[in-house]
């Protein structure tokens, strides 16, 4: 199988793609829109500023594969601002439209705990997913955010809690996504990106 | 459940090789740089820092070849720095695989560097690394490995760092750095207190019952320690297990 990371300028880029080749998966980045289009199964990794993934699509003209390639199913997997970016909006970046395929905003996580959201932390399950499959309960993932996506949406398959609830883990149909880093997140973090290449298989 | 405290190495590195000092002097070598992160991964590490403390100019592509070495090994979190001045060299730290980016003397010299890095890679790949020393009623910053004195108090300019775009705090005490006698639990309180980003405590370490202090007493986010873990005074499973039975939350490796 091989995975087709969109490379849009992120730092995480090159250890997404390192984690994935640990894993016998062959990966190719590219921020080529014809390569994008024709991709079998889609890594959007994600860290920094909103805006900055945003304008980085448009620039590349992306926006379109990447909504095509959703819609026609392909496994898909968002990582952190890539999953962000699924939504319709973001206060990070409140002017810049964002890929719109769930409904909601992006908003701050309160400042009543100590922000970005930095370290380890659980998951709580809220529905059997295949991306969460062999994971044993308790298991800690490793975050770097400060803006997260709602609780409630019937996508989410975990959710996890700093100052509120939040969006930590999306799967419906072949769309996934994660707010965490599994390319960071040890062994626990490896099992994932396991479980999507069994999706995409 | 809640977030874990994490446990962090540091590797200060010559370029290529592991170092060690007392008071930021007198350095011996420690090991390998990438035998060390290796282990340290395996281990239950929650992150790994890497300093190049000479930090001299001819030395770097030295250094970024040790941190894309390092980085080969880790699935765990990668910070780099040491002598970073400029957005073209933190640049090259992030592509060499660095997650974030330390920052010290050059933050102090020009703030406005700290916002140029969070633009580019976001607050929380800036670490604002501030090396501060007991004076009376108060703790002064100091710069240049600790070697020079600033008018600067730890608790103004970690704020200030703070509103210019770091996204963590890496505190370290000259006074208790190599003496293994423990954290400066007053020095890492205040500054907890006194901003709204994590805060690593660093300098002092050695037994268990250190970083049980540190995370209770000095509220700080995370410890980091170098000697203790590369001379394997302290196993990082054994002292995640202390602090589990204490109450402290962290990540216990499977």
Known sequence: ?201 | MSLAHRIIPCLDTDGARVVKGIHFEGLRDAGNPVELAARYNAEGADELVVLDIAAARDNRPTFLETIRRVAEQLAIPLTAGGGIRSLEEARAVVRAGADKVTINTAAVERPALLTELSAEFGAQAVVLAIDATREADHWQVRVRGGREATSLSAEGWAQRGVEMGAGEILLTSVDRDGTQSGFDLDLTAAISKAVSVPVIASGGAKLPSHFLDVFTRGAADAALAASIFHDQVQSIRALKEFLHANHVEVRLPC
């Open chain 1, 1 to 201: 199988m091989k995975v087709t990371l969109i490379d849009y300028g992120a730092g995480n880029v090159p250890s997404v793609e390192r984690a994935f080749r640990r894993l016998g998966a062959e990966a190719e980045t590219t921020n080529s829109r014809g390569k994008i289009a024709e991709a079998r199964c889609l890594v959007l990794p994600g860290v920094g500023h909103c805006a900055a993934l945003i304008h980085s699509l448009d620039k590349h003209s992306l926006r379109q594969p990447i909504l095509q390639a959703v819609q026609r199913s392909i496994p898909f997997l968002g990582i952190c601002l890539g999953l962000q970016a699924l939504y319709e909006s973001s206060k990070e970046a409140p002017d810049l439209p964002g890929l719109g395929i769930f409904p909601g905003e992006v908003t701050r996580l309160p400042d009543t705990v100590k922000l970005p959201h930095m370290g380890w932390n659980t998951l709580q399950i809220i529905h059997p997913s295949r991306l969460l499959d062999s994971i044993a309960p308790g298991s800690y993932f490793y975050f770097a955010h400060s803006f997260a996506a709602p609780a409630a949406g019937p996508e989410n398959v975990a959710v996890c809690e700093h100052g509120r609830e939040f969006a930590a883990v999306i799967e419906r149909g072949n769309l996934c996504a994660v707010q965490f880093h599994p390319e960071k997140s040890g062994a626990a973090g490896a099992q994932v990106l396991q479980n999507f290449l069994k999706v995409a298989a």
